[in-house]
């Protein structure tokens, strides 16, 4: 009897995770309505997975955030991973890895990880944020960062490197798609 208890109490509190990131998401859709390749796009992705656990119990957000300040300048570079040039991704991916942490090197396949926030003003340091159409490809996630407080995300851009810029900026208020929420 206990295990039958057990089993349906874990199917409950799984739907209800299932239903709470399928409201999220439903949210984001109804957003994005007006724009139909968009919106495909998103449907895609989540079919693919989302709000993925990620172990991190073994770092802190301010060590995250102290790691990715080392790449400051650091200039671009597509698929770049060193001190010598970096894309978005990369910096994201050598944060973690310099702090024992796995994850992908794929901005869209980060997006996964995380609980799904879709309002900026309510990221908080060490969020991961994410971008549509910062570039024309098939793929709906195009650029990521690391949210590190007061409004302000560091990431690689193309043309000036690793950089701070404000999430609120309006360039990046037309490209924000969502954030994740990676720590507890």
Not at 36 to 46: H, I, R
Not at 93 to 103: I, L, R, S
Request: aromatic share 10%; glycine share 8%.
């Amino acid at each position: 009897m206990k295990k039958l208890f057990f089993t349906i109490a874990l199917i409950f509190v799984s739907v209800q995770i299932f239903a709470q990131n399928d409201d999220n998401f439903s949210i984001l859709l109804s957003q994005k309505a007006s724009d139909a390749d968009l919106v495909t796009k998103l449907e895609n992705f989540k079919a693919g997975g989302i709000e993925k656990e990620l172990n991190l119990d073994s770092v802190s957000v301010q060590q995250i955030i102290d790691t990715a300040l080392t790449y400051k300048g650091t200039p671009h570079c597509m698929g770049g991973v060193s001190h010598s040039c970096i894309d978005c991704s990369g910096l994201l991916y050598m944060t973690f890895k310099n702090n024992g942490v796995d994850v992908p090197h794929s901005s869209q396949e980060l997006a996964r990880y995380g609980s799904i926030i879709i309002e900026a003003d309510s990221l908080q340091r060490g969020d991961l944020v994410f971008f549509v159409k910062t570039y024309s490809t098939s793929k709906v996630i195009t650029h990521s960062g690391i949210f590190i407080g007061d409004g302000e995300f560091i990431h690689t851009s193309a043309s000036r490197g690793v950089v701070i810029s404000n999430i609120s900026s309006s360039y990046y208020q037309d490209h924000y798609i969502f954030g994740t929420r990676i720590f507890k």
